[in-house]
């Protein structure tokens, strides 16, 4: 059973930039799995996937949050890392990592964390 955590910090100022790791266990983020996504939903709306990185290594991301959107992985600790640049308000959000498969399909989460930006 693929199981993941989040993992960083719950409030961020204005213009920081975020980072989040996801840890993921039962599985290798290298083999079996299509894909790992960073998705995320602000209060009242509904999700947004921000960003995914390939078993190959190789990313896809939201055309609208390109600018300021990073997603790595450390492999040696089986983790994928967002990183969100120039944060405002509006990026206050639950922020989820997932599995997904080659047909968008999102089978495993973790819990979700919040993130809070404000000064």
């Known amino acids: 059973q693929v199981q993941l955590q989040e993992s960083g910090p719950g409030l961020v100022k204005p213009s920081q930039t975020l980072s989040l790791t996801c840890t993921v266990s039962?599985?290798?983020?290298?083999?079996?799995?299509?894909?790992w996504s960073w998705i995320r939903q602000p209060p009242g709306k509904g999700l947004e996937c921000l960003a995914f990185?390939?078993?190959?290594?190789?990313?896809a991301y939201a055309p609208s949050l390109k600018s300021r959107t990073s997603i790595s992985r450390d492999t040696s600790k089986n983790q994928f890392i967002l990183q969100l640049t120039s944060v405002t308000p509006e990026d206050t959000a639950v922020y989820y990592c997932a599995e997904r498969d080659q047909y968008g399909v999102y089978h495993y989460w973790g819990q979700g964390t919040q993130v809070t930006v404000s000064s």
């Open positions: 990185i390939f078993a190959s290594g190789s990313t």
């Open positions: 039962g599985g290798s983020i290298t083999t079996n799995y299509y894909a």
